[in-house]
């Protein structure tokens, strides 16, 4: 498969985006049954991107091998 496209694991999973010799390639966004989702600009689950978590939280930063030490809460205080 190349080109854009929808990949639906078995878990409900999903993954919208890119791809490239039947890899995920490129920008995508990666949608779980608990409602999360995860939007980047490079392979997989890695690299920089935009996570939003089951409460409607968004978090920005890096991804490296599944864990997600880089990620920061987007705060919007208001004064």
């Known amino acids: 498969m190349e080109g854009r496209g929808t990949l ?3 878990s409900g999973a999903m993954y919208e ?3 490239k010799d ?3 390639h490129g920008t995508g966004t ?4 608990d409602g999360t ?3 980047n600009s ?6 920089d991107g935009k996570f939003t978590d089951s409460l409607g939280l968004v ?3 890096g991804i490296h ?10 705060l919007h205080m208001y004064p």
């Open 59 to 61: 978090w920005t930063g």
């Open 42 to 47: 490079k392979n997989r689950l890695e690299g």
């Open 30 to 33: 990666y949608r779980f049954p």
């Open 37 to 39: 989702k995860y939007c």
């Open 65 to 74: 091998n599944k864990a997600a030490p880089g990620l920061k809460l987007n």
């Open 22 to 24: 039947n890899m995920y």
């Open 17 to 19: 985006g890119d791809f």
């Open 8 to 10: 639906e694991h078995p």
